[in-house]
């Protein structure tokens, strides 16, 4: 069948994707893929302009829209009821909490109905806030829209805002005047997002991502000039790197950081210098990470380096700041994970997390004392905020539960005394005393125990006859936070129990969990869910067929995974964005994310291992002639990261050779890339659908 031709469908019945044969021999072993043509050749202009999408593409996407549009209709009622109740507890009217800087404190906000928010200022001490950038206002102007971040100037004249109108994460970069509230000529297009002013306010740095999507190259621009005179000042060269850049604890130093999934690399640039040339703290060497932070003529480095796999804090000075020199401040704890440092001119907080449960740790610089911020719930999540000001003994943190919405608070570093500053108010109510979190230990295949968290209604009865939605990712070393969610009320008062499963490939108990889950230890990812979702069973919180399991990008491989093999503990799997055609991916060096993960899932292209092992668990390589639970996949059009032909052919390939169960439904927003929908209202009705869908599967729509 040629380019042009349409995939048939059935009278009343799910699209049938035309198959085009297309072998390929590699390492002595034929793969075949007969929905390849799914992958528009052209797929970067698209990212650019989703109108320029082949037409047989289009025709094919736009049959599955039709066909589970229709499939879900008995649900629409439940849907907008979803809709509703979810937004009752949004404050429409929300705000952050502000942030100082000077004679100013910098926040954001919602206006009643608002689907974007405003960026403003106050006076330091309170008053009315002055908007400088109206999302809502800005986002009239086309189908989607994200701000991609903003930067006040240190002069506070300025602020540098960027925005994406495509969800393809290609942010355009502006400047403007707080004053007057107008944009200057400057306009920086295909960044990453954010910038770093320099001292003096009239220049600052960017990344600038290629036609590949990747971040490679560093620029300087100097306010009033056009883009194509911006100065390189840093060029990455191994295309399996990415680049970013963020300002340095005391205001001194652009930093700008690099590495892949297993190495990191430093530079620093002064930022009262114009003209600064980027300045190496530690050459990359293979497994070593760290990141820095400066205090006027030190450096404090956090590091795995010297075999800290949970890592540790080391010193060095500003004037050699290269690996021989480092000397040990906080040293490695195994277990002990040191997810990330805020430091200040007297005191550095560290964040740690032990057995899948974060604290705060708060060190006295000039005295070596500390203590530790830390709360008494079962399951919870803690994190540092961050904030403008280096001088300062305050640090803001975020705490939640599964039960207990968001809190805001100011800690003082130094008087060991916390404020609240904000309580996420739930408009239509909530009382946390009506629910339960609680945790169990999942026995896994080799003997690894899981953490999984649970939230449940207090009245619910442990008898197994409970439907569960059980959610994981396991992927990049990213922990699953024990967090507040006012959606999934939806889904706990009409009787679920939702579990989140803490498996290997995230950190959630140490780098050394990250570790047991990646490269050719990546089944124990998927074993660990299955694992999880048996000692659900096992424990009463539900029965087999009554689990919806649920994941997105790398967390939608794993719902491939695990539909593959071990389909039957699962009535039905919601799979957003999923990275589930992960061999071909793995094997395309162009797209964005392929070199850079080849240190997460192997390269087989060389590595003929790494190739049989990827083929061995690939979701879209492994759907086999068997029963498969109800599956609604959901992907974006504009999608940099998992593309959108990666559920279209992974649905395509299981509708032709499932013998039975389903149905199994595909979802492309076409106006929309990774993060779904824009606008907080609006990406509602994608929560509403994949909620409806659960509660179908288990015969509560």
Known sequence: ????????????????????????????????????WLKDEKWQEVLRDPSLLAPDIRT????????????????????????AEMRGRIKEDDSGVPTPDGPFAYLWK?????????????????????????????????????????????????????????GSEYFTLRV??????????????????????????????YVQVDDNHRPLKVFRHRLGTPQAVDVLVYEEKDVGWFTHIEKSSSGRFCVIAGGDHDTTE??????????????????????????????????????????????RIALAPLATPDRPHWRELVPHRPGVYILGIELFAGHLARLERSNA?????????????????????????????????????????????????????????????????????????????NYVTTRILAPSHDGAEVPVSILHRRDFKKDG????LLYGYGSYGMAMPASFSANRLSLVDRGFVYAIAHIRGGSDKGWSWYLDGKREKK?????????????????????????????????????????????????????????????????????????????????????????????????????????????????GLTDPRVTYWEPAKWIARLRATMTGGGPVLLRTNMGAGHGGSSGRFNRLDEVAIAYAFALRTVGLA
Request: cysteine-free; aromatic content about 10%.
């Open 357 to 433: 449960l974060p604290s705060i740790v708060i060190r006295d610089l000039a005295t070596g004392t500390e203590h530790v911020i830390a709360f008494d719930e079962a399951a919870y999540s803690l994190d540092m905020a961050g904030g403008f000001e280096f001088e300062t003994t305050t640090l803001r943190f975020v705490y939640s539960s599964m039960t207990t919405p968001a809190e805001v608070y100011d800690y003082d570093m130094a008087g060991r005394t916390r404020t609240l500053r904000k309580r996420q108010q739930i408009p239509s109510g909530h009382d946390p005393a």
């Open 465 to 468: 006859s409970a439907p569960l």
């Open 266 to 311: 430093q530079h620093l640039l002064d930022l009262a210098q114009p003209d600064a040339v980027p300045r190496l703290v530690a050459p990359r060497e293979k497994g070593i990470r760290y990141s820095v932070e400066d205090r006027g003529e030190e450096l404090f480095i956090l590091t795995n380096e010297g075999g800290a796999i949970d890592f």
């Open 523 to 635: 089944t124990n990812t998927f074993d660990d869910f299955a694992a999880a979702g048996r000692a659900l069973i096992t424990s009463g919180y539900t029965s087999a067929g009554r689990i919806v399991g649920h994941g997105g990008s790398a967390g939608g491989m794993l719902m491939g995974a695990v539909a593959n093999r071990a389909g039957d503990l699962f009535a039905g799997i919601v799979a957003e964005v999923p990275f589930v055609d992960v061999l071909n991916t793995m094997l395309d060096d162009k797209l964005p994310l392929t070199p850079p993960e080849w240190p997460e899932w192997g390269n087989p292209i060389i590595d003929e291992a790494a190739f049989r092992y990827i083929l061995s668990y690939s979701p879209y390589d492994n759907v086999a002639a068997r029963d498969y639970p109800a599956i609604l996949a959901m992907g």
């Open 110 to 166: 919602f206006r009643e109905g608002g689907q974007h928010e405003q960026i403003g200022r106050t006076p330091r001490d309170g008053g009315e806030m002055q908007t400088v950038l109206d999302g809502d206002a800005l986002a009239r102007e086309s189908d989607y829209f994200k701000f991609g971040g903003t930067r006040h100037s240190p002069d506070h004249r300025l602020v540098a805002w960027s925005a994406d109108v495509r």
């Open 60 to 83: 094919y996407l736009e049959a599955e829209n039709r066909f589970t549009e229709t499939h879900l209709a008995p649900t629409e009622a439940l849907q907008k009821t979803l809709v």
């Open 1 to 36: 069948m040629s380019r042009g031709q349409e995939s048939k469908g059935q009278e009343n019945g799910p699209p049938i994707a035309a198959r085009r044969p297309s072998p390929r021999l590699l390492h002595g072993v034929t793969v075949q893929d007969d929905y390849a």
């Open 176 to 205: 403007r005047r707080w004053e007057t509230g107008e944009d200057l000529p400057d306009i920086l297009e295909q960044t990453g997002g954010g910038v770093v002013w320099g001292r003096d306010s009239t220049f600052f740095y």
